[in-house]
């Protein structure tokens, strides 16, 4: 019987980062092969506004807008509706979400450096926001909580939420997003998805007015939309298919970490679920284990893509060093680790998403209700970028305060400089002050 996971042997190979990199199963994407498909949709929105919008919105989700933005009373009434057991799980995420939240508030700092001479670091949120939330094989009322409460702790002033229309639900979204967004208190929510809701964002329309930074998952042409309008917005990062690793040896339950990779294989076709282990039989056992969670789960053909597809496998190791070395070179989204000592294993761990220490912290956990954010980078950008956080909605200005005694302590040295960078009207522009230097 064929395994449901191939095998990547790197038993006995020293392999240099690259050379691992390239070993660890990953999904590919072309965005630059989606951004030709979303050109045409981002210039015809700068465009024309609010039409190309509806438009672009019939032709691709086969639903007729009258007006982009969600009355109030359909937020109401969804949150009237909502299932209460889902209502104080809402309220559970957002109380834990926020919790954590709160402690990554950011304080002004300054710094003297003598006499009338003082640079404060200011943390100053961004005015406007747009977030988006994914619409597509599954609901994400969570996706509403983990980007809403980060901008609300860092003090944001207006935030909009974009999220598909619904056939089956009169062209809003899924009544349960805007449940989310009622309990939230946030009001303003349109109907609109993929690369669409970023060009609205962007450019405003007459119905919307434009952001200063997007942030939020998508499929592969919101990615190429968000690339395609960085430096007019500020986004949070490219996102591209869910991602799990687990490191694991044989003292962790295989029964728990094939459900951890079933768990995010239902995500998505293209969904990474990757373990590194130094234990063949282990990873037999879990192979094992999969077989029998699949055929018991609701998505078996979405799973069965993702575990087979070549963006999943088994990484054999010689031991849980060389598995650390894989998992830093993989930088996962998600990062399991059930192993022997897994908390001192996980602290040495440098590149990955959000780490999850030990059988009793499973990637749900931070889906849901952890506390922690799960907008996270993917496809190896753990490695230089970090999770969506207060500290995402917050600019860094610096405030320089110097007196007239302080400015001439240093105006020789400024002088010198600009004269060695051969830009004369620098130092000219001290020369003004202090006639002398």
Known sequence: MSQILRTIDLRGQR???????????????????????????????QARGAVAVKEITARLDGVKLEQ?????????????????VVRVALNEAIYRARTV??????S???????????????????????????????????????????????GVGSIAVASPPQREFGGRPHPTILAACALLGVDEVYAVGGAQAVAMFAYGTEESEPVDMVTGPGNIYVTAAKRMLRGLIGIDSEAGPTEIAVLADDTADPSHVAADLISQAEHDPLAG????????????????????????????????DALGGHQSGVVLVDDIEMGLRVVDAY????????????????????????????????????????????VLPT??????????????????????????????????????????????AHGAAIRARFADV
Request: net charge negative; with cysteine; hydrophobic share 45%.
């Open 15 to 45: 392999l240099r980062a690259a050379e691992l990199r390239r070993a660890v199963p990953r999904a590919e994407i072309d965005v630059e092969r989606a951004t030709a498909a979303v050109e045409p949709i981002v210039d015809d929105i």
């Open 68 to 84: 982009l933005r969600v009355p109030q009373h359909y937020l109401d009434e969804a949150l009237e509706t909502l299932d209460p």
């Open 101 to 106: 939240h709160e402690d990554q508030r950011r």
């Open 108 to 154: 002004d700092t300054t710094t003297v450096l003598g006499d009338g001479a003082s640079v404060t670091e200011k943390w100053i949120p961004v005015d406007r926001v747009g977030l988006y939330v994914p619409g597509g094989l599954a609901v994400y009322p969570s996706s509403v909580v983990m980007n809403v409460v980060p901008a609300q702790v860092a």
């Open 273 to 304: 679920s990757v373990l590194v282990t130094d234990s063949e039989q282990f990873a037999a056992a879990v192979d094992e284990q999969l077989r029998v969670q699949i055929a018991a789960t609701k998505h078996v053909q979405r799973i069965n």
């Open 331 to 374: 930088a996962a989204e998600h990062l399991e680790v059930q192993t022997k000592n897994a908390r001192e294993v996980a602290a040495r761990v440098r590149s990955a998403g959000c780490i999850f220490v030990g059988a009793y912290s499973p990637v749900p956990l931070g889906d849901y209700c952890a506390g922690s954010n799960h």
């Open 379 to 424: 496809g190896g950008c753990a490695r230089h970028s970090s999770g969506l956080s207060v500290q995402s909605f917050l600019k860094g200005v610096h405030v320089v305060d110097y007196d007239e005694s302080a400015l001439r302590e240093v105006a020789a040295h400024i002088v010198a400089l600009a004269d060695a960078e051969d830009l004369p």
